[in-house]
């Protein structure tokens, strides 16, 4: 059988991200080049990945307190400017709260958004969440 044609491919993280991968290399027994891989062959999945967000669908049962949660979905969204980040900080208000994300190293972004949005959603720093940028202008300026 012929030898694949293989390559590197190499990428900065944070140190938070490196022991997130590995903690979960750990748990499922897979090493870090087996689970990018499937990372990667997942990326094709998926027809347009830059308007779905995944999203994990609950079953509520009678007893308020107990959730279950199934297998994730996609949700479809109609902006195409979405970008997945990290919550770095949540400033609560008496009804707004200020919301940053950590997009990539060093760039972060910033929004406003009700507080009961914050408590629906479970913001808090350190997990995971999408921002959704719909907007008919964008001005640039310059000094």
């Known amino acids: 059988m012929p030898k694949k044609e293989q390559g590197w491919v190499t990428f900065q993280?944070?140190?938070?991200?490196?022991k997130i991968l590995e903690?979960?290399?750990g748990q499922?027994?897979?090493?870090?080049?087996?689970?990018?891989?499937?990372?990667?062959?997942?990326?094709?999945q998926h027809s347009s990945p830059s308007n779905s967000l995944p999203t994990e669908e609950r079953l509520y049962t009678q007893n308020p307190e107990t959730e279950i949660s199934t297998q994730?979905?996609?949700?479809?969204?109609s902006s195409?400017?979405?970008?997945?980040?990290?919550?770095?900080?949540?400033?609560?208000g008496a009804v707004n709260s200020e919301v940053t994300l950590e997009i990539i190293h060093?760039?972060?972004?910033?929004?406003?958004?009700t507080r009961v949005s914050v408590e629906e959603l479970d913001l808090s720093e350190g997990k995971e969440a999408y921002a959704v940028i719909k907007s008919n202008d964008i001005v640039i300026a310059r000094e």
Request: hydrophobic share 35%.
């Open 13 to 18: 993280t944070s140190e938070e991200e490196r």
């Open 23 to 25: 903690e979960f290399c």
């Open 28 to 44: 499922s027994q897979r090493t870090k080049t087996e689970i990018l891989r499937e990372l990667v062959r997942g990326l094709n």
């Open 72 to 77: 994730k979905k996609s949700l479809k969204v």
């Open 80 to 92: 195409r400017n979405i970008l997945k980040g990290v919550v770095k900080r949540v400033v609560t």
């Open 106 to 113: 060093r760039v972060e972004l910033t929004s406003i958004i």
